[in-house]
């Protein structure tokens, strides 16, 4: 039997742990902490997914390949993870972001709905729309259980026979270092989230930034469904309305200060909130003075140019990096996934543009266009 040891068990190393037990292989996950623990990218409650890329066929269509893949894992887990709401992007103007990812969403022919200000101002309770040029809606886009997603691919592997060891492990060539064992395995792959780049510094090159996420008291008329996600792309915010007794949520895309991510203590930074009121305010203006029922405080692992990290260890070809989530990786996980069982098993070269080492900073792919 075929066999692997995968380190981060956040949406990553989790969903590779699903894959290849569902295809035979013997799997070891390791993770320092319960999987999607509270200093995990993956722990938050809600991602959205989306398949709008701007120009990029290549992330487009590894999205919509993913929401095929996390249509499966619910059907398996028995459980919805996946909340297919839609997603409305606000364009403000015509030939920005939102023009090119229509483009692209048409050629690979998944729905797209091109709506006037007038008529998008019915997806919600209250939407100011005098500076958008037009709304594109994504309606089989929605919104990810993330933790509980998170959890959920853990749990499959777990059950199709993976195991799960706790630990802090240590790369040693080609081999792992954890609790005073050195262990191998046919394939290793560190999906270690912002603790990547401290496990290989000379490899990759990732920011970790302080998120701040906001959530809103409202009415029920907030509630989503039937409420679609949005995003601000030129504005650099996005959110969803009110999801499993959460409040309305919004979320400041811009690049938050360093953070270290093993700092346990995290307290939302003040002006964070004003952007999100502010936010609010403008856009949906019903929501100007609703009170603020929670924040979250999260970190990004960025990657110069905000593409993710499929890659082999140059000294060592059965070792594998998967990592710089860049703000926008979670809804890729299983698809990811997918790519990593063809690269272990030979049947696909890595791609140039995911490789580890240097490169030039980028624009944006996450929902910030600033
Ligand atoms: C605020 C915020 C909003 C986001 N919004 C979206 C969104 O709307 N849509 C979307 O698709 N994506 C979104 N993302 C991005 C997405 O959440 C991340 O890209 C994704 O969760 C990254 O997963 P990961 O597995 O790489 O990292 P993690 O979840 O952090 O997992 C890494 C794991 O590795 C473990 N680990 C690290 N080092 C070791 C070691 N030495 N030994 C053992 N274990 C180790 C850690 O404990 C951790 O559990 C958002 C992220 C944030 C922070």
Redesign the pocket.
Known sequence: MTSAIV????????SVAHRLTCEGWDVLL????E???P??????E?????FSHGGDGWYTRSARRALALWREIEQEAGRQLLVQAGVAWFATREDGWEAASERVLREEGIPVERLSPADAARLYPSLRTDDLSFVLLEPDAGV?R?REA?RALVELALARGARLEL????PDAGRVR?NGRLLEADSVVW??????GR?FPRLVELRVTQ???FFFEAGPEWSTPPVPGFVDYDGAA?GLGALDGNGVKV?PDVDGPALD?DVRSRTHRPENERRARDYLRARFPALANAPLAAS?V????LTPDTGFIVAPHPAHPSVWL??G?????????PALAGRVLELLEGRAEPDPRLASGPRAPGRGL??AGI
Do not use: M
Request: hydrophobic content about 35%; proline content about 3%; glycine content about 16%.
């Open positions: 380190v981060g068990a956040g949406v990553f190393g989790a390791v993770d320092r902490e999987p999607a623990h200093r995990a990218e993956s722990a938050g809600t991602r959205l997914i989306r990810l993330a998170t630990g802090e492990a240590e954890l999906a270690c989230g912002a603790w990547l496990l998120q701040d996420i996005y979320a991510p979250t999260c970190h990004y692992s998967l990592g989530g860049s703000g926008h990786g979670f809804k890729h996980g996450r929902t």
